[in-house]
């Protein structure tokens, strides 16, 4: 029982410390003999599916709806987009063999399913009549990651990919901005976490890509984590692929298309580092197992049985309303151990009974974002936990939100450039616009990486570049990332 806890505190040694709630928060087990290959325990999952349910729904009321591919891509189907199999072939797990024999052809472990989709898009897309065709798939992805780390960079991670085709390149715009709106509807107001929606620079796009658009959220040690992404690919795999549709006007022309993938791991992830503790995790309602956890509390054997059927008394009523709950009646452990292990898993709220409860009618009401206890009359239960579920994500939200702004700071020379990226901040700086100019960058801060321009930048006259000194045609933003 005394390694039950985290050891560590977040802010001195956040590396440990997350490494410490993934396993004793039962999220994670490491110990599979496959480097970069974990287990996902059940609250992990069960936090995951939740995650998942949200961009789901999501997804479907915008018109997209769900498929499933192969696993397995043939190697042909990457040699038709020449950029794209540059940009990830290095990553593919190849399949060569079956039993005993050798296979006539290469076959991938899907690292991303645009080659898988749009071979079959030239089949299914004939006329305007089958535009828009808007689908997505819920899946693992495999690549060869040379460093991992749980739900944050791995060869095997969770995701959501969803595959457009439309007659036009306005529509094809349209949907990039529907995706980042979806982002915005579940990382951050159902999930509480912050970020930045950037334009890619041209050399930091997704292979295949026109434009590229991602999430970056800001992890405690100060690095920023991409939690999200759609694409612009314009006609490149169209063409590639041979995806074409007969017009209104009798004319055969070539679709646009989109893709959008939230990552469901790194979603994950940050939702343990930004919200957690030094207790553990921290919930949502949204996404917690368990939203409410009923802890008994009797000394006595005479006090046993009327204590336990009051609580699971409450647990009925809450269940009716349609909250996850759960008695806590696990014999051998004590109140104080239990309060402990629910902290530590993030469960939102806790409701303590014991005998001064049941003689008085009322509840013992604890909130696991601020550690507050509460009495409360038994005929007020229902508000005080509506109510709850609103001030919990609420606060939440405020608190990642000054976190994330106030590590958001403006640079203008070359040494401010180097102190804040060092410091663990995300800076904003005016920028020539040159690749060069990035990478050198990058490698005199140790990893600082241009990150982007806001969505709707409009490239100007913004005085030198911070870190060159040649005139600035941007305003990016700048941080380390995993």
């Known amino acids: 029982m005394s390694t039950l806890g985290i050891t560590v505190k977040k802010s001195e040694d956040f590396s440990e410390w997350y490494s410490q709630v993934l396993v004793k928060a039962g999220l994670v087990d490491l110990r599979y003999n496959v480097q970069g290959f974990v287990v996902h325990r059940p609250w992990l999952m069960r936090i995951i599916k939740a995650i998942y349910r949200l961009f789901e729904e999501e997804l479907e009321k915008t018109g997209h709806e769900p498929v499933l591919f192969p696993l ?25 063999e079956a039993g005993d024999e050798k296979l006539e052809r290469r076959l991938a472990l899907r690292p991303t399913s645009e080659t898988a989709f749009y071979y079959m898009y ?4 004939e006329s305007y009549r089958d535009l828009p065709l808007k689908l997505y798939q819920s899946v693992s992805v495999y690549r060869n990651e040379s460093n991992t780390r749980p739900l944050i960079r791995g060869r095997e991670f969770l995701w959501i990919e969803a595959h457009d085709a439309f ?15 979806n982002s915005g509807k579940i990382i951050w107001e159902k999930l509480g976490i912050p970020f930045l929606f950037l334009k890619r620079p041209p050399w930091d796009k997704f292979a295949g890509a026109e434009d590229t658009y991602a ?5 405690p040690d100060g690095r920023v984590l991409q939690i999200s992404s759609t694409h612009d690919l314009g006609q490149r795999f169209a063409k590639a692929f041979n995806v074409t549709f007969l ?6 022309k070539f679709v646009w298309q989109t893709c959008y993938g939230p990552g469901i791991w790194r979603i994950a992830a940050a939702l343990v580092a930004i919200h957690g503790d030094d207790k553990g995790l921290v919930l949502p ?28 008394e409450v647990a009925e009523t809450l269940a009716q309303k349609g909250y996850r709950v759960r008695v806590d009646d696990r014999e051998g452990y004590t109140p104080g151990w239990k309060f402990n292990d629910w902290e530590l898993r993030g469960v939102p709220v806790r409701i303590e009974i014991g005998r001064r409860e049941i003689e008085n009618k009322v509840l013992t009401v604890f909130r696991r974002d601020t550690g507050e206890r509460t009495v409360v009359a038994e005929s007020d239960l229902l508000p005080t936990i509506e109510r709850l579920e609103v001030d919990i994500l609420e606060n ?31 800076v904003k700086m005016p920028f020539c616009g040159t690749e060069e100019c990035a990478m050198d960058l990058k490698e005199k801060t140790d990893g600082g990486k241009v990150r982007g321009t806001e969505i709707d930048f409009q490239e100007g006259d913004y005085g030198k570049c911070a870190w060159c000194g040649r005139p600035a045609r941007q305003v990016v933003y700048v941080a380390k990332s995993y």
């Not at 007659?167 to 709106?181: F, I, K, P």
């Not at 999430?215 to 992890?219: C, G, I, K, Q, R």
């Not at 976190?403 to 410091?423: D, L, N, Q």
């Open 247 to 252: 017009d209104r006007d009798g004319q055969r």
């Open 396 to 426: 939440l939200k405020r608190r990642a939100k000054e976190f994330f702004e106030s590590h958001i700071v403006e640079a203008k020379t070359r040494e401010e450039v180097i102190k804040f990226i060092k410091s663990g901040n995300i």
């Open 285 to 312: 309602f949204s996404v917690a197992p368990i939203q409410i956890v009923i802890i008994p509390i009797y000394y006595k054997e005479v006090d046993k049985a009327p204590i336990l059927a009051k609580a699971r």
């Open 122 to 125: 030239s089949y299914w897309i």
């Open 72 to 96: 397995v891509i043939p190697e042909e189907n990457f040699e038709k987009e020449k950029e794209h199999v540059e940009g990830f072939k290095p990553e593919v797990f190849w399949v060569t």
């Open 215 to 219: 999430a970056d959220t800001l992890m």
């Open 167 to 181: 007659a036009t390149h306005e529509e094809a715009l349209r949907q990039v901005r529907e995706d980042m709106e």
